[in-house]
């Protein structure tokens, strides 16, 4: 029983006029047929499950649709075609610095951030000097955020993250985050909470990463679907040839 | 929804707090603020309209103050919480919480304020001697329809906000238009009955004169007219939860 299904998901955006020009505008435009939108898929047709325990990585270059599908994945957004089967909890950890607050402090921000991750007051009062200690900002509690460097806010944000137990995990590029020996911190605290058995998803910039790690390989170009399989080495060394320019995106279909 | 609250309550009280915390951005004056605030229009317009209004109007502070408490808690909730949704894009395009939490913090944080409010609007009750009876507690009830009625209008405008970003400027025009059409500083009696029913379709206005008519005239209002006020709140409530769950989804890619 696969643990996490996506079935032909596509998700479109509409671009065009509708932005910044306001209700007036809009009824105006309406009104003498002057009203234009365009459509743009950011994913489409994507197909691919996974078995509890497994991990896949996604691979594309920027642009490629794989934010818009952990979003759609995650449950933030709902896909316009397809459908998408989750079991179990499932936690996203997505540009972790943003959605803090600055003119809160430290001790705020961290129950804020606790909170919208869905643990409750208690694990947090639990976990607090923890998180504090593991982030390294026992010095900074009741300074307001907004005076943390952006180093010490993503090492915050790392801190509180880190402490999920989900049967899915996504991961966008946060598999390490601030300087070197943080860095080496929170690689070792993140392959923990992977080898727990959690299902996870990595988009990584890094081949290397995604060979090390990874069973399954999902490359996307432009929101389709160029290959999803098990063969990591295989299309990794394809993803890499497209990259030096040596191999075209119809002939890596193939 | 009952359900979705139970595990988001955490969540919601945290926001609840970082509101309540920004806004009076741990200040005594800020807490002092929110209050001297409506007392000052109260004061303007007690030195301004008793000229013109207050001649034949008994109690006429009571009877402006509850224009002026009703009107400062409407247009405080529905304004605050039309950018409620969008001062929140940084969270709701990260994490999957349901959206109208944010709406929810905000009009419960513009609630406590009102209360505050309204503690002052009792002492001015005393000062005016205005003769308190049970009849009071009844109070609850316009206060009831008011806070539905915040949210529904919360509701349609942060969802409307969303996609078009002159709403603000819109609806400061209306709530503007809407205040003179309230009643606050005129006693509707002066007009013609059919116009007198006119202003039955404002539920601001039916709110504010369950207001006068409890504290000023000491007097209970019919059951249909709380049927009414009733009645138009949830209507707004209802269109609000309706754009809400059609457009719920779509709110991701426009902000």
């Given at each position: ?21 306001g ?6 435009r309406?009104?003498?047929g ?50 998408i ?5 499932i ?71 880190c ?39 990595l ?20 929101g389709?679907q ?5 063969d ?23 | ?21 920004k ?26 309209f ?7 109007t ?21 304004n605050?919480g ?26 419960a ?12 609007f ?11 009876t ?12 008011l ?6 209008i ?27 059409a ?27 004169k ?40 779509q ?5």
């Amino acid at each position: 029983m696969a643990i996490l299904e996506v079935n032909n998901v596509s998700i479109r955006y509409i671009t065009g006029d509708f932005k910044d020009i306001g209700l007036k505008e809009f009824v105006m435009r309406k009104l003498t047929g002057n009203y234009h939108v365009t459509e743009f898929w950011a994913d489409k047709d994507v197909t691919f499950s996974l078995e509890r325990g497994e991990m896949l990585g996604i691979i594309g270059s920027n642009g490629a649709g794989k934010s818009t599908l952990l979003k759609a994945v995650s449950g933030i957004m709902v896909p316009t075609e397809g459908t998408i089967r989750r079991q179990g909890s499932i936690a996203a950890l997505l540009e972790l610095a943003s959605g803090f607050d600055g003119e809160l402090t430290v001790r705020e921000n961290a129950y804020l951030r606790g909170a919208m991750l869905g643990y409750t007051r208690r694990f947090m009062d639990e976990k607090y000097d923890e998180i504090i200690a593991f982030a390294e900002l026992k010095d900074f509690e009741d300074r307001p955020f907004k005076q943390l460097s952006s180093g010490m806010k993503s090492r915050l944000a790392f801190s509180i993250a880190c402490l999920v137990k989900p049967d899915i995990l996504i991961l966008d590029e946060v598999l390490s985050v601030g300087d070197g020996a943080f860095r080496k911190k929170s690689e070792s605290k993140m392959h923990e909470i992977i080898n727990g058995g959690a299902t996870t998803i990595l988009v990584s910039h890094s081949l290397e990463q995604v060979r090390q790690l990874c069973g399954k390989v999902l490359w996307l170009h432009k929101g389709r679907q160029v290959v999803c399989g098990t063969d990591v080495e295989g299309i990794c060394d394809r993803y890499q040839q497209f990259l030096d320019g040596t191999l075209t995106i119809e002939t890596a279909e193939d | 929804m009952l359900q979705t609250f139970k595990t988001h309550h955490f969540l919601f009280e945290e926001l609840v707090k970082r509101d309540f915390k920004k806004k009076y951005k741990r200040t005594v004056l800020g807490m002092a603020w929110s209050v001297l605030s409506p007392l000052l229009s109260l004061l303007v317009m007690r030195l301004v309209f008793t000229q013109f209004f207050g001649g034949n109007t008994p109690h006429y502070t009571t009877f402006l103050f509850c224009g002026n408490l009703v009107f400062a808690f409407f247009s405080d909730s529905t304004n605050q919480g039309m950018t409620s949704l969008m001062d929140n894009a940084s969270i709701f395009t990260k994490v999957n919480v349901p959206k109208y939490l944010f709406l929810l913090a905000k009009n419960a944080q513009c609630l406590i304020n009102f209360g505050l409010t309204l503690v002052v609007f009792l002492l001015f009750c005393v000062l005016d001697h205005v003769a308190f009876t049970w009849r009071f507690f009844l109070l609850l009830y316009p206060i009831t329809c008011l806070v539905l009625l915040n949210l529904g209008i919360g509701l349609v405008l942060s969802a409307l906000f969303v996609f078009f970003r002159d709403m603000q400027y819109l609806w400061s025009v209306f709530t503007q238009l809407l205040m003179y059409a309230s009643a606050i500083f005129y006693s509707v009696d002066n007009f013609s009955p059919q116009i007198q029913r006119v202003f039955l379709a404002n539920p601001v206005y039916l709110i504010i004169k369950y207001f006068r008519v409890i504290t000023i005239e000491g007097l209970t209002l019919s059951w249909h007219y709380h049927l009414l006020m009733a009645a138009e709140a949830l209507a707004v409530l209802a269109l609000g939860c309706w754009m809400y769950k059609k457009y719920n989804h779509q709110f991701l890619y426009y902000v």
